[in-house]
Structures are given as C-alpha cells and as structure tokens.
C-alpha cells in the first residue's frame, strides 16, 4: 500500500513538472517582449537623467521582478498588490535601517532583509525581490544613500510602475494571458491533481 501511494505521488509530480516545462513559444514572446520594454524604459529614463556612472533608476532587484511579471505572472508573487507593496515597504525599511545602524554593514543589512521579509509577509505583500531592494539601501553607491526617503519614491516607486503598466499591456495582449491572475495560479494546480486523481 505505502509503494502504491510513493508510485501515485511520483506520478503526480513528474506530470507537474512536465506541464510546468512544455515549451510554449508564444509565452516566450510575450515575457520577452513586456520585459524588454519594462526595463528599457526604465533605462531610457535612467540614461536622460543620470550620468553612466550614477545608474539609479535601474536597481537590480527589477530584473528579479522581471522575471515574476513577465514570465510567471500567474504566481502570487507576481500580481499587483506585491509587485507594488513589496517593493515600497522593502525600500522603506531598507532606508530607515540604514539611518538607524550607517556603519555597521554586518547589522544593517541581514536586518534590512529580514524586517522587510516580515513585514512583507504580515502586509501580505510577498515579493522576493523586495528583499534586494532593501538591500540595495544598505550597499547601494553613495547617491544612492543620499537620496534618503526620495529612494522609496524614485527608483522604487517610479521603477515599480512602469513594470506594473508595461505588464498589464503586454501580459494581457493575447486571451491566454491574464494579468492580474487573481486566484488562477492556486485553481490550475488543483485542476491538475483533481486530474491525476480522476486517472487513478
């Protein structure tokens, strides 16, 4: 009995992996093309603003965000609500943690992380990504640093909205994307083991 029930879960699993891995080439395209624009723009704005050398609209953890909004939009991680809130509430932290310890790198950031994790969590604004936002408060370059609360405001917020609206245009140009997902990510799962259960 017990081998049946390992044969069955094995099954299950391998039949999620293999929907989670066919090649669809047309969501290929749209996850290009929505993140291509995404950053872009907020790289043709960093290039009229700054200087090469002061990238500060471009922080990494949107090439993070990238990657949930454009190419895995049915996950929680990836609708608005995080996408937004995770972003500002990591990047509030983030700067009031290096206000609080400015010298003490070995405190500020571990600290910066886990409270926007937490807080993250208790919002119910989950959006890995956040995590480097905050960090990037605490290692960013000088200017950076400099620009305080406004770092909340520009690059986050501004950064943050232009994924948001480039993703609902591109994510929802074609009627098997859907952005926001709402519930989908959950109800397509379900489905499938409802499936896999039904063939056993």
């Known amino acids: 009995m017990p081998t049946r029930k390992i044969k069955r879960g094995y099954r299950k699993t391998r039949y999620i992996l293999y929907k989670e891995t066919l090649i669809d080439y047309k969501e290929q395209f749209w996850s290009f093309l929505g993140s291509f624009i995404g950053i872009g723009l907020i790289s043709y704005f960093q290039n009229q603003s700054f200087s090469h050398q002061d990238v500060i609209y471009l922080i990494g953890?949107?090439?993070a965000s990238s990657v949930l909004v454009y190419g895995i939009i049915e996950s929680p991680f990836s609708q608005p609500r995080?996408?937004?809130?995770?972003?500002?509430?990591?990047?509030?932290?983030?700067?009031?943690v290096n206000y609080l310890?400015?010298?003490a790198i070995y405190i500020a950031a571990p600290l910066a992380v886990s409270l926007s994790i937490v807080f993250m969590q208790i919002t119910k604004t989950?959006?890995?990504?956040?995590g480097a936002t905050a960090l990037?408060?605490?290692?960013?370059?000088?200017?950076?640093?400099?620009?305080?609360?406004?770092?909340?405001?520009?690059?986050?917020?501004?950064?943050?909205?232009?994924?948001?609206?480039?993703?609902?245009?591109?994510?929802?140009?074609?009627?098997?994307?859907?952005?926001?997902?709402?519930?989908t990510y959950h109800k397509r799962y379900?489905?499938?083991i409802q499936r896999l259960k039904r063939n056993n």
């Open 82 to 96: 995080n996408l937004i809130g995770g972003h500002l509430i990591s990047a509030f932290i983030g700067v009031s």
């Open 190 to 192: 379900q489905k499938i």
């Open 136 to 183: 990037i408060a605490i290692i960013g370059t000088d200017k950076i640093k400099e620009l305080g609360y406004w770092y909340v405001v520009s690059p986050v917020l501004t950064g943050v909205l232009i994924l948001f609206f480039t993703a609902l245009i591109f994510n929802n140009m074609t009627s098997s994307r859907k952005y926001p997902a709402h519930s």
């Open 61 to 63: 953890s949107f090439g």
């Open 126 to 130: 989950l959006h890995p990504p956040g």
């Open 101 to 103: 310890f400015p010298d």
